[in-house]
């Protein structure tokens, strides 16, 4: 009654590869239908191909599910996952000695589109997740300021918003790629130290006009309300630029981990400056250079001097489909897909290679593609079996390239631990097994 | 040491209303800073102003919590929302017979920005949530075809997908405004049949071109593994056009009360097309004819036809703040902020009112404006204590304008209960009470 299709493992003469190794060109499988992957073909018990009425025949190749025989579950208030996705988690790596020093990584691996559902964001904290009252907890604003202001969320909930998607990524992200030997784990638990998001808040720059800011002033050093009162110094540039105070995530108010009742938003920037918990903003001329922006979020560079105050998050891509952990089916067709972003703006082109960089072929971006946001990338691309080494490759507004990780660890030498964006690399085997390689 | 700002009740020369009852230019506090509403002005122990430098002033204006003194929460796997945000959730109404009959509605009076969470999302199920296993789950494609062919779920995972961020309504939101009294309830409660999330899935027309459907079939049976197999028609125009089969939302795989493993997706159009539990799509030449698209989502109108199949949802727009059950705080400034959409297409213009209909003034629309989806209006509205009525009219980028109450019902007459659209009007009384009025 029912037989697997058979797998064209050739592409016909109308699909002529747009670069080596099998790429495709982006908008091949909205132009035209194509036998993609294996479906099982259904006939009746006449041996003839399903008959357009329901019949007999529909219950005994389909037949009703268990759950089909009895009224489903009632509504809850607050929704969860299915049980049947309880491995779609964040992985935890904190400190044995402190739980609540270390991170969770959001597994990109698993998650599809550009919005990271709020339960999988990442996680970076250096004192674990502070349990606020919101009723209790004040934002003060002074320094430097015609007028010290202090404001409670209420307060702030009754200022003019606005919204914006973005990614936060922290900038040790990816850092197990400056080891001198290529790290096998999901690229979620490797590069998942960012995550995309709706937030929604009060303009910063509405703000420090109330206070009437000193046209002096240059910083604002940003305090935690956690068990470490972290800071961190903001230029009071991108303070009047784009940065929010931030007490929506994606509709709902911010999730405790993520800065609950208040955090600071400065879209593009490094995850430490987008301070969670927020209490506290010092308006003042200089930074506080407190130990998460000297002796941490900075390179020791081979001159010997240190790379301090980057903040913008580089270009960056991933193909997280396929990847490593995932299966391969066998030669056919495919569609490699991931996710590209650019702290400086937005993503131009993304280019993919199955070749290990020798052809490049564009990939499909999936709209809307926003300023400093995730962008889906897609490209078909027809395996033929053989080793393959898939890559991608991100282009921002600003031209700026991402680059092959020899170009970017000979320019920052081998003390490098943040703000890695290299290329990445999977190498396809013949039998299917995906793994990371250096290439 | 601290004092409350004073309020300034009067807008300046400077702020002059582009409407009556006080509506200003919706740039208005982007362009300007303003003294906006009331924080807390703070001078230390000196009488002074604060310092710059954090000193035992700060200590004594804003102590630490005690959050603040010992170290936080661990990491999480799968984050959930702070514990004083408990009041934020779906309110269930549900048949007392049967308990997964009924409905579920979204806060769109707690939320903000565009996205719904996914834990929040409106249901309505007509025989529960059925607790599916994916591994057992399939979709037939069958009927009118060259090829019947069966999909597992991982069969799904493996094709081409797209993504795409829109509204799913209920045909049967808001049809408390049909009633001859207007109802008095928080927005959400009212209105709240509607959510947008970004949706992933395989478009819908790649896999019809892949069973080869006949050119001579015009509909699509599509059935629900639900208690109930629900099942509904579905021209094959639209499934060719822009529906999904949707894998993912937000980011996750669909919720189980939002289709899990697998819903059709038709953008625009009313939520019960969009069918959740997909198991079958049967290709035909003429509609079912089942109860939900004859006794149910259609109308009986004055002329004694019933208007039927009308599938997409009209312009649609609600303020959801200042609303009823929310406070005012006084004369002075307020942010007016609300939801816009239409399953035509973008929204193109919001227009409010604050005298009742009398004069309108164009809201800001925040960007991305994106076609099918919540669009989120905002303008400034400066509140002279006095008796308001606020209005909002949605304009899509067909012309469509959202109809005055009277206007619809005029043209449905009093037999309604689905596809209520027409512009919702709150009360602002001296006092500061917001009620549900028809005006």
Redesign the interface.
Known sequence: M?KK?EISSEPNNEIKPVAGGGLLDRRL??K????????????GASGK??????SSD?EA??P??P????????????????P??SD?????S?NSM???N???WSPLH????????????Y?R?H????????E???L?V???????????IN?LL??????R?CFIECGGNSNAGWNSRPVQSEVGYFHGLVSC????GV?LS?IL??V?IDPKATWLIAEA???I?MEISIPVEKAMDDALLA??Q?????????G??LRLLLPGWEGVTNVKWL??L???DRPVMSRNETAKYTELLPSGKARQFTFVMDAKSLITSPSPGQEM?GPGF??I?GLAWSGRGKISKVEVSADGGKTWAEAEL?E?V?SKCYT?F?I?WHWDGGLAILKSRAIDETGYVQPEREVLVNERGNHGYFHYNAIVSWEIAPEGYISHVYA
């Open positions: 029912k299709q499988f909205l035209r239908g194509l036998t993609f992957i294996t479906a099982t073909t259904v006939t191909l399903l008959a357009e009425e329901p529909v190749i389909q009703r599910q759950w089909m025989l009895k009224p489903g579950k009632p509504f809850s208030n607050y929704g969860q996952p299915s049947h996705e779609v988690i964040r992985w935890i904190a402190a739980s609540g270390g991170v969770s698993q998650l599809e589109g550009m919005i990271t559902p709020n339960g999988l964001h996680e904290h004192n674990g997740v502070p349990e606020i009252d919101p209790k907890h004040k003060l002074h320094g430097m300021v015609e007028k010290a202001l202090m404001f409670s307060d009754r200022y003019p918003m606005e919204s998607i998001s709706e937030w929604t303009p509405l006009k109330e009437c309300a956690d068990g009162a007490l929506y994606n509709g709902e108010r911010l999730r405790p981990e993520n609950y009742p209490r506290r010092q308006v003042t089916h495919y569609q897909t999936q809307p926003l889906r897609r078909p």
